[in-house]
């Protein structure tokens, strides 16, 4: 199992950018996927994710209106996109697959429910 996070970058205040998260030796068809991401000196923060079975998003209130998060099965890469950018969402964010399969209830926002992990994709916001 491997996700390759993707797609980090510097914009200003305002800008626009967009992850990948690319899946490899899995499909994402089966699994929930979340994004997280880790500020400097902060604790790492549940963003966003996609539940499989229930064909539902979620979004943390600080990026609601702002970010989305979409599939493309047929890359078998999951998307978060982000605009409207601002200072504070400066940090490196993850992806990340659900421990279970067709979780049922919808995706979780718990770290630990995740069990494989991209290696981090760098976004600055300056203003």
């Known amino acids: 199992v491997q996700l390759q996070a993707s797609g980090g970058g510097s914009v200003q205040v305002g800008g626009s950018l967009r992850l990948s998260c690319a899946a490899s030796?899995?499909?994402?068809?089966?699994?929930?996927i979340g994004w997280f991401r880790q500020a400097p000196g902060k604790e790492r923060e549940w963003v966003s994710c996609s539940s499989r079975r229930h064909s539902r998003t979620d979004y943390t209130d600080s990026v609601k209106g702002r970010f989305t998060i979409s599939r493309d099965d047929a890359e078998n890469t999951v998307y978060l996109q982000m605009d409207s950018l601002k200072p504070e969402d400066t940090a490196v964010y993850y992806c990340a697959r659900d421990r279970q399969r067709l979780r049922v209830g919808g995706c979780p926002r718990g770290g630990a429910l995740y069990a494989y992990w991209g290696q981090g994709t760098l976004v600055t916001v300056s203003s």
């Open positions: 030796k899995f499909t994402l068809d089966y699994y929930d």
